[in-house]
T-cell receptor, first 114, second 110 residues
Framework: NAGVMQNPRHLVRRRGQEARLRCSPM?????VYWYRQLPEEGLKFMVY????????ESGMPKERFSAEFPKEGPSILRIQQVVRGDSAAYFC????????????FGPGTRLTVT | DAKTTQPPSMDCAEGRAANLPCNHS???????VYWYRQIHSQGPQYIIH???NNETNEMASLIITENRKSSTLILPHATLRDTAVYYC???????????FGQGTTLQVKP
């Protein structure tokens, strides 16, 4: 029973490029959450999605960041025109029923912006 | 969502029980208490959660005080692999998002 999968595990981008982070939830899970962990800091919630819907994006930066979870395929976190401050670990979590059910985390994608 | 407070660090001897406290004095009636841990820089791992009754699973036990203003996570026989940052999180049933604090860094020593 595969867990949450994220790819790539490591991603290097130059300033101004785009970063695409993918998350495949656990089998049977239709709720996906994205969190960001800046160096030496705690995890911060970014966005909560259900299939084809954004439920809560209160933690998303207003510009350059977007997320989707299409009917088919993985959830995508997209960062346009990356800057050095976007360098962080991005974790995806999934749950079977959303609110009030435990979330299972993937191994994360470590984004480095040079 | 209620704010939680935890000691920044704790030590525990290998094989002994690790008792990690958490204060959540502003918790409301429908807010659950969740515990997660993060080993080194891996993805956080779910441990246990509860509302008002004590809970136990294969990893740990969760003791919640009667007034629900504090709780204790108990790892009954700590091993070196339990060295991690432990997060106590309260979460409203309306949101689903986890609000992580600074957590407690547990160091299990041989």
């Amino acid at each position: 029973n595969a867990g949450v999968m994220q790819n790539p595990r490591h991603l290097v981008r130059r300033r101004g490029q785009e970063a695409r982070l993918r998350c495949s939830p656990m089998k049977g899970h239709s709720h996906v959450y994205w969190y960001r962990q800046l160096p030496e800091e705690g995890l911060k919630f970014m966005v909560y999605l259900q299939k084809e819907n954004i439920i809560d994006e209160s933690g998303m930066p207003k510009e350059r960041f977007s997320a989707e979870f299409p009917k088919e395929g993985p959830s995508i976190l997209r960062i346009q025109q990356v800057v050095r401050g976007d360098s962080a670990a991005y974790f995806c979590a999934s749950s079977s029923k959303g609110q009030n059910y435990e979330q299972y985390f993937g191994p994360g994608t470590r984004l480095t912006v040079t | 969502d209620a704010k939680t407070t935890q000691p920044p660090s704790m030590d525990c001897a290998e094989g002994r029980a690790a008792n990690l406290p958490c204060n959540h004095s502003t918790i409301s009636g429908n807010e659950y208490v969740y515990w997660y841990r993060q080993i080194h820089s891996q993805g956080p791992q779910y441990i246990i959660h509860g509302l008002k009754n004590n809970e136990t699973n294969e990893m740990a036990s969760l003791i919640i005080t009667e007034n629900r203003k504090s709780s204790t996570l108990i790892l009954p026989h700590a091993t070196l692999r339990d060295t991690a940052v432990y997060y106590c999180i309260s979460i409203s049933s309306n949101t689903g998002k986890l609000i992580f604090g600074q957590g407690t860094t547990l160091q299990v020593k041989p």
